[in-house]
Structures are given as C-alpha cells and as structure tokens.
C-alpha cells in the first residue's frame, strides 16, 4: 500500500450528510461530497492486510454475508485514491460493479464488517470511498456510452429492470447480444425507482445510468407486463434466450384480527405510490397513502420499515414508531457474530435519526408483537393492541415467541405499514412458463448456473434466492449473463 502506517495515523471519518431535522423539510439527497484531501486519507486506512477478507464474497453458515459479493478490488482502489488516481480507481470499480452508484448509496457495507481493520478498530469507509469514486467519474466525464464493436445476432430478453435485470442486460449487451428488458411498470429500474425512497436513491441517478445503457444498445420497454398485456409466447418466438429478473415482490402479511380495517398498508405499496407521485407532480396529485397527521405504526425492524419512516416523516406524520419483534441489539458483537461475519449490532439508520430529531426520540420499540388491529364505526383502524414477546430457538432452529404476562398495551395509530418481508416471487408469470420451483416458492436454479427448467430460461436475483440484498442482485445479474452467454456462444468471456 501507499501508505501502510495510514491505519495507524488516521482515524474514521464517516461520510458528512446533511442535518437530519433540516434534510426532512425536502426529498433531496442529503450525502456531501468529501474534498479530496480527506477522501485521500481515508484510503491511506486500508491496510496491507494480505488477505482482504472485505472482497471475499461469500456466506458462512447462519452468517449471512461476508464481504463484497461482487468481490470489488477493494484495496485497489482504496491505493488509487490516495494516491490521486481516480481515473484508475474508477476503472478498477467498474471491473466488478457495473453500478457503483447503487451501491455507495443504498448497499449496507458488508465488505466494511469484513475489513481486517475492523478487528479492533473502525473499519475503513469502503461505502464512502466507492460513492465518491463514482461520482468523481461522472463530474469528470469519464463514464461515457461503450457501444459493442461487434454483435452477435443472438436476441436476449431481461424481464424485469431492478439491479439484477439491469446488470444482466448491461453484461450481455457487452457480449455484443441483443437485449430487451420488459418492465411492467412506468418507469425502468425495479425496487431502484419504486422501492427505495428518493432521498436515499434519486431517481435521476437511476436514469443516467439508464441512458447509458440506452446509448450502448440496450432496448427498455415499460408498462410490459409479461404474462398479462404481452403473451409469454412473444418471449419464445423472438428471443434465444430469457433471464427472469422479476424480484421477490410477493409481501407477507400479518394475519391478526381486524386486518380488514382502512388504513393498515404494505409497506412497498406506499412507498411505490409516494415515489410515483413525487416523480409525476412533486405529490400534488394527492395520489399516494398520506401521513400527514396521524399516528403511524411500522410493523418490522428492517430497511423497508426504516425506509417507511423516512417517507411518513416528510409526510408531516403525527407521530411514528417502529416495531421490531427482536430483541435490542448490544453495541458490540455477540459471541456468535465473530468478525469476518457481518457484525450484528445496534445502530442508529437515516431514518431512525429523522425521527428523533424530528420528534425527540428514537422511533424503535423492542420485543413487541401485534395481537390485534381495532377500528372506528367507519371501518377505519384507531388502534393497535400488541403484547412483549421473548424468542427462543427450538431444536429444528426455529423461531418461537413466547408472550410475557403483563406486557400488553393499546396504541393510537391511524396509518399501519406492513414491512415484516416478503414471501417469494409472484406466482403468475412462474406458472404461465411452468417452472419448477424450490421450498420456499423461489424459481428452481442452481446457483453458478441460473438455469431453470425450461431450455434457454435463466433466473437471477430475488426471485431467485429470495429476498436479499441489492448488491447480492447485481451479483446474480451478472453471473447469470455469463452463463446465458455461454448457452447462446458454446463458452464466455463475461466474468
């Protein structure tokens, strides 16, 4: 490395981010760009550690991931930047991650939990480094259209535009095919656009990339929905191949009594109807799933739940808490969350901040299950009743929930959202195909393969291996692409 004492001489510093009570008055991305003086220094952190377990890219059993699963030259370009070659460093980003300007905003740093620094220490700020390289590459105008110098005539059809699609087609249109990708709603990029709230992932971010892969050749079709406005049978007589990158959008629901009350929503739903109608009137056009004024209760301790906050407290909401079912984390790794695992700890997100600035405490309620939704003559839910839980772990390893005595309590809620996971991928378009699919209603295909049961038709991503994260979905895009591509080629050169 550059500058191997650089651990030693320089502490952390977290990316600066704008005030959270200021940053709620808008829907603007609220990260600042770093000077390079410091950004410099950040790398010089990044050790000579031999084995850098940050772009290893793998799992451990009951550990979920380990660092980057697009195993991205990490320690590179961590050199490059303090040694001021960012056009290097952008080049040696691209190699692994055809979208860097996903990640460094929305991925949460696994490879940051793996760093060898991060042992004993705080870890080097991957997320930050990688953000900045990016958009350093495009203030400079460095990151411009690579039209394929050759094609190969074979037509590949992407169905889906989420991270996973989008890597795909980038990937394949590389190999010189020819790529459509199909999505069914407005608008191209998936959970990208519709899942993630504006202020952590512009839109206009989205469709720069977007219009890159436009200029190279790629051809975007929205509003198609495979299966229902365009026959699946379009699919089998002018493509040689397909990839489903349809997601896992199938939400699990909580079955309790008075569900069937006004006002108790999945979370993606209302995040999907504020982001559409933030892009298409600046939410003039009232049509979305206000909160403004009430009393919102989240139902899951997850980044969808989190992400929900963000958005209720713009809305102006009366309140928000956020219930987790878990216990409170401790600040520091628990014994079976050793490092190189991704540390499993208590931490303070965007959105938990928003809240407490706003409202003067942090959002979260531990331990707590939904008994019971209550509502008014109307039909519209004023309350939910809930009851503290511990969870123990059976002999099979599973999760059980043992209410304790004395801990139930009402609370006032106007506006209930859904964000406790999702359960697969939908059905339709699966059975239309007749797929094979695994236990948990996933599409059926070998991981390092994608293949499904049907000849020439690939699955990558969340619908998949389910509900997972986007990087793991750029990770599966572009493996997936490969092995398209050697189906269609008799071999590949796609890594």
Not at 64 to 83: A, K, M, Q, T
Not at 206 to 220: D, N, P, Q, S, Y
Not at 240 to 264: F, M, N, S, Y
Request: charged fraction near 25%; charge should be negative.
């Amino acid at each position: 490395m550059g500058k191997p004492t650089g651990f030693l001489e320089y502490k952390r510093e977290n990316p600066t981010k704008k005030d959270p009570f200021e940053r709620t008055k808008n829907w603007k991305e609220f990260q600042i760009l770093m000077p390079e003086s410091a950004l410099k220094q950040q790398g010089a952190r990044c050790m000579d550690c031999g084995v850098p377990f940050c772009q290893t890219g793998t799992t451990m059993s009951g550990s979920g991931e380990i660092g980057c699963p697009v195993y991205n030259l990490i320690p590179e370009w961590n050199d490059l930047v303090y040694r001021g070659k960012w056009r290097e460093a952008l080049d040696r980003l691209h190699k692994t991650n055809n979208f860097p300007e996903f990640t460094g905003r929305v991925c949460p740093a696994p490879c940051e939990g793996s760093c060898t620094l991060a042992i004993n220490d705080d870890s080097v700020t991957i997320k930050s480094i990688e953000y900045h390289i990016i958009e350093r590459g495009f203030q400079e105008g460095w990151i411009l259209p690579e039209v394929p110098k050759k094609r190969t005539g074979k037509k590949v059809a992407i169905v889906g535009s989420g991270p996973a699609g989008l890597a795909a087609a980038a990937q394949l249109n590389k190999a010189g095919h020819l790529v459509t990708v199909f999505e069914r709603e407005d608008r191209i990029g998936g959970l990208l656009t519709y899942g993630i709230p504006d202020v952590k992932l512009a839109n206009h971010i989205v469709e720069r990339r977007v219009k890159l892969l436009e200029e190279e050749g790629i051809i975007f079709q929205t509003n198609a929905n495979i299966g229902q406005n365009i026959p699946v049978s379009v699919l089998e007589k002018e493509f040689d191949a397909v990839i489903l990158c349809t997601g896992a959008t199938k939400p699990r629901d909580v079955e309790v009594e008075g569900r069937q009350l006004k006002g108790i929503h999945f979370a993606m739903d209302f995040l999907t109807e504020n982001t559409k109608s933030l892009l298409n009137s600046e939410l003039k056009d009232g049509q979305f799933i206000d909160a403004n004024g009430k009393n919102v209760i989240v139902i899951g301790g997850g980044d969808t739940g989190t992400d929900c906050i963000t958005t209720s407290v713009r809305h102006g909401a009366k309140s928000i808490t956020q219930f987790d079912i878990n216990r409170l984390k401790s600040e520091s790794r628990p014994s079976n969350n050793p490092w190189p695992m991704y540390p499993i700890v208590h931490q303070a997100e965007d959105g938990h901040k928003e809240s407490n600035a706003v409202y003067g405490e942090d959002p979260r309620a531990y331990q707590v299950m939904t008994t019971k939704f209550v509502g008014d003559e109307h039909g519209q839910v004023k309350e939910l009743h809930t009851i503290g839980v511990e969870t123990e772990i059976n002999e099979k390893g599973q999760k059980i929930r043992r209410p304790i005595p004395g801990t139930e309590k009402i609370w006032p809620a106007e506006l209930i959202l859904l964000a406790v996971g999702f359960t697969g991928p939908e059905e339709k378009l699966i059975q239309q195909m007749s797929l094979k699919t695994d236990a948990r209603s996933n599409v059926e295909a070998a991981y390092g393969k994608y293949q499904t049961s049907a000849e020439g038709v690939f699955a990558a991503g969340d619908n998949r291996r389910g509900q997972s994260l986007v990087v793991w979905a750029i990770h599966e895009g572009r493996e997936a692409a490969r092995e398209c591509d050697r189906y269609l080629m008799g071999s590949s050169n796609l890594p």
